[in-house]
């Protein structure tokens, strides 16, 4: 872990947007849900790419993210899910989830493209879907 990563001093928080912890990873509920059913899936270590993984990391990174993946698709029932894995603004393995809905603004681009205000929920129903989400994790 180091001092200047944004991703590593998050991992020790179990705030309110906090889904779960997986064998590799840990989810985050995204503050700003313009687009419901957002989230991170972050390294629980600290590298910046794919590459610094050995094999076996890699593919438990992969399982983690593909059952978070499958947990939305359950909860949201998305048109598409996107993967974003981007690191150039924050350098740590970390992934967006996008579930993209019916009666998206832009179905065709990025939701990086998406001017908005972000829309941050009620704790309460952040709460909710939080734990609609770990239900359908299992």
Known sequence: MTEECFM?????DNGPLFVADLPSSRVYFN?????????????????VELYDLDPGERAALI???????RALARVYRPVKMNYEL??????HIHWHLVPRL????EPQGPV????HEPRALPLDEARRRIAEIRAALG
């Open 8 to 12: 590593c001093t998050r991992l020790s």
């Open 31 to 47: 503050e700003d849900q313009f687009f419901p059913g957002w989230v991170f899936v972050v390294l629980k270590r600290h590298a």
């Open 63 to 69: 399982e983690d993210v593909t059952r978070v993946a």
């Open 86 to 91: 981007l690191g150039n603004l924050v350098p």
């Open 102 to 105: 019916e009666g998206d603004p």
């Open 112 to 115: 990086w493209r998406v001017e």
